[in-house]
């Protein structure tokens, strides 16, 4: 059998160590290469002759989710693996909701992403471990990442914003403390007040009602 595959990344070094990867397998045959999700599409409507797309995700243009729903209903039949570094609940669950068939991160090694695809092309969902694991949370606590609850007149303090600003930045706990020169119990503890005030109970529920509340 041989899968003919397409790459979707704005990064040309990232493309090129994808292909490399695939390079060691001879049932795999490289279709095309596109940059965002309009070059994608522009490129499927030449020639839609692709079993599965490897998909990035932070694209110019249109992003990976956004081109997944577009492909998906309008070529239903090709397979799509998320291939990204984004391994966040939200890109996780709007990239299933758009239709994606598997996700990957790209530090996957080539045996597992040879038998990723081959898993994908006979009807499973092939994810890395954690990402199943995230997966399998989401499922189980699922979260409205279009409102994520709205709660009238929440008050932060000034150091509290603070730390959600730099939370919401993706910063670790002991790079905020030395950012804000404090200690990480004490940054610890505002993120204890802020989830509790804002009723969440995860650092992406915080940022996204702090978001939906204009409060960063």
């Known amino acids: 059998m041989n899968i003919k595959i397409a790459i979707v990344d704005d990064n040309s070094f990232l ?4 292909q490399e990867k695939l390079s ?3 049932d795999f045959s490289l279709k095309f290469t596109a940059e965002n999700g309009l ?10 002759n692709v079993d599965l797309i490897l998909m990035d995700i932070e694209m110019p243009k249109m992003n ?4 997944t729903g577009f492909v998906k209903q309008k070529y239903p039949q090709i397979k799509i693996i998320m291939l990204t570094v984004f391994d966040n609940d939200e890109n996780i669950f709007n990239a299933i909701k758009a239709g994606a068939d598997g996700y990957l991160l790209k530090e996957v090694n080539p045996k597992d992403l040879h038998q990723g695809i081959l898993d994908t092309m006979n009807g499973g969902a092939t994810m890395t471990p954690s990402i199943a694991m995230k997966t399998l949370k ?5 979260i409205d990442f279009e409102s994520v609850g709205d709660c009238d007149d929440i008050k932060l303090t000034a150091r509290e914003v603070e730390v959600l600003e730099q ?4 910063l ?3 790079a905020i403390a030395e950012n804000l020169f404090l200690s990480i119990g004490t940054i610890r503890k505002h993120v204890e007040n802020i989830y509790a005030k804002l009723q969440v109970h995860n650092k992406l529920e915080a940022i996204q009602k702090a978001k939906n509340n204009n409060l960063i």
Do not use: C, W
């Open 15 to 18: 493309i090129k160590t994808v």
């Open 24 to 26: 060691f397998f001879e």
């Open 39 to 48: 070059d994608l599409i522009e490129k499927l409507e030449k020639n839609h």
């Open 64 to 67: 990976g989710i956004e081109a």
């Open 138 to 142: 989401l499922f189980r606590n699922p």
């Open 167 to 170: 939370l919401s930045k993706g």
């Open 172 to 174: 670790k706990y002991n």
